[in-house]
């Protein structure tokens, strides 16, 4: 059974640093990989998908990484600003006939300005 | 940008009581969904709805739960009998043929 995992669980930092969001996920025959934000009592804005055959995606200042083989996806946040706070989650698609995301726990991220 | 859409914001319903929830998918997406979020826990998959049919439950989506498609542009939730452990945020999603699922803003079920 896929399990996702987020660390850190909560992350506090100043104004203008780089920063990096981990994932990990035990079945690493997964189909894709996506991170979302979600602001609080809000939805989830989609931010990057990356198919598995992929090994990086880049948005702007965000830039996702995947490494298949050791169930890992991180996300780099460049030139962190205020407005970046809020929480960030990544979710699976395993392999196969299934269409359902699987869900981190997610990274809560303040940043101070 | 186009947005999947979701009414009500905020639903409060007595325990045992049917609820409907709505959403308005992004108009040319082909797969919709439903996730649900408890308070401080993980977003949780519930059902997958392709071409009229479900395509994928999990097994929190039992008999007290029904989705429907009843016109070109809604899709509903419906859960017949709430329960208290009901209470959460339920997210509509959806998605054309490429693999991006775009979230609604959710509603908010409180069950008392």
């Known amino acids: 059974k896929q399990e996702v995992t987020q660390i850190p669980a909560a992350l506090s930092v100043p104004e203008g640093e780089n920063l990096v969001l981990n994932c990990s996920f035990t079945?690493?025959?997964?189909?894709?990989l996506q991170w979302f934000r979600q602001d609080p009592g809000k939805g989830l804005t989609s931010l990057l998908l990356?198919?598995?055959?992929?090994r990086e995606q880049t948005s702007g200042r965000l830039n996702a990484s995947l490494d298949k083989s050791s169930g890992r996806s991180t996300l780099y946040i460049a030139a962190s600003q205020p407005g970046d706070s809020a929480t960030y989650l990544c979710?699976?698609?395993?392999?196969?006939?299934?269409?359902?995301?699987?869900f981190g726990t997610g990274t809560l991220l303040a940043v101070q300005p | 940008e186009p947005e999947v859409t979701q009414t009500p914001s905020h639903q409060v319903t007595q325990m045992g009581q049917e609820v409907i929830l709505r959403c308005v998918p992004i108009?040319?997406?082909?797969?919709f969904y439903w996730y649900r979020q408890i308070l401080g826990q993980k977003v949780e998959f519930l059902v997958s709805?392709?071409?009229?049919?479900?395509?994928?439950k999990s097994e929190i989506f039992d008999d007290q739960f029904s989705v429907e498609r009843p016109d070109g542009s809604n899709f509903t939730l419906k859960i017949r009998s709430t329960k208290l452990e009901d209470s959460a945020m339920y997210f509509c999603?959806?998605?054309?043929?490429?693999?991006?699922?775009?979230f609604g803003p959710g509603t908010r079920l409180t069950v008392l």
């Open positions: 979710a699976v698609k395993s392999g196969g006939a299934t269409n359902k995301l699987i």
């Open positions: 709805f392709y071409n009229n049919e479900i395509s994928e």
């Open positions: 999603a959806s998605r054309s043929y490429t693999d991006t699922q775009y």
């Open positions: 079945d690493s025959a997964i189909y894709n």
């Open positions: 108009s040319n997406h082909l797969y």
């Open positions: 990356i198919q598995s055959s992929q």
